[in-house]
């Protein structure tokens, strides 16, 4: 069966940036594009963009083209999102979704 | 970016009621394809969404036909038809006609 497997809840100091991990199985990693949805605490879902893992092709909401870098790892069937300058406003959760089927969030908390 | 407003934002029903929630977009969702990108998801307590309805009507895999979507243009309705326990929760209707995809903000269903 298809499985989104996301890394675990992060700690990150503001300022700081943090990689969250994907890794997708039971299914054709190349077939569907991965897109990543950030959910703020008790709050609606924001989609932050999307990425082709056939073709690294990848789609931002202008809204994070500067705070999120999408990348996969085809050899290991393994999507990434980096967040770089962290800022309390990026304390979420956050999922990597095709669609379909969804990962089972990260939870990211920025915090000295 | 496309809005899209959720009608009602809380929802009480009983078991075995029937319940319709709203959704309505700022713009037409119908793509230059012929398309219409209007989805619907549930997201229960303390877990990640799930798909419940693609493209305006068609149902998910494994989703009880009690779910049901209707609707075209900016108009969309999801209906369940006679609520169980496990239909609790908040349903969101997100749209991927217009770049970039946006989420309504969600209905709370609830046991009266």
């Known amino acids: 069966q298809v499985n989104l497997l996301q890394s675990g809840a992060a700690l990150v100091k503001p300022g700081a940036s943090v990689k969250l991990s994907c890794k997708a199985s039971?299914?054709?990693?190349?077939?569907?594009?991965i897109h990543w949805v950030k959910q703020s605490h008790g709050k609606s879902l924001e989609w932050i963009g999307y990425?082709?893992?056939?073709?690294?092709?990848?789609n931002y909401n202008e809204k994070f083209k500067s705070k999120a870098t999408l990348t996969v790892d085809k050899s290991t069937n393994t999507a990434y999102m980096e967040l770089s300058r962290l800022t309390s406003e990026d304390s979420a959760t956050y999922y990597c979704?095709?669609?379909?089927?969804w990962g089972q969030g990260v939870m990211v908390t920025v915090s000295s | 970016d496309v809005v899209l407003t959720q009608t009602p934002p809380t929802l009480s029903a009983t078991i075995g009621q029937s319940v319709s929630i709203s959704c309505r977009s700022s713009?037409?969702?119908?793509?230059?394809?012929?398309?219409?990108?209007l989805h619907w998801l549930l997201q229960r307590p303390g877990q990640s969404p799930q798909l419940l309805i693609y493209?305006?009507?068609r149902l998910e895999s494994g989703v009880p036909n009690r779910f049901s979507g209707s609707g075209s243009g900016t108009d969309f309705t999801l209906k369940i038809s006679g609520v169980e326990a496990e239909d609790l929760g908040v349903y969101y209707c997100?749209?991927?006609?217009?770049?970039?995809?946006?989420f309504g903000g969600g209905t709370k269903l609830e046991l009266k």
């Open positions: 493209s305006v009507s």
């Open positions: 713009q037409s969702l119908l793509h230059s394809n012929g398309n219409t990108y």
């Open positions: 039971g299914y054709t990693f190349t077939d569907y594009y």
């Open positions: 997100v749209q991927g006609t217009h770049a970039p995809w946006t």
């Open positions: 990425i082709n893992p056939n073709s690294g092709y990848t």
């Open positions: 979704t095709t669609g379909a089927h």
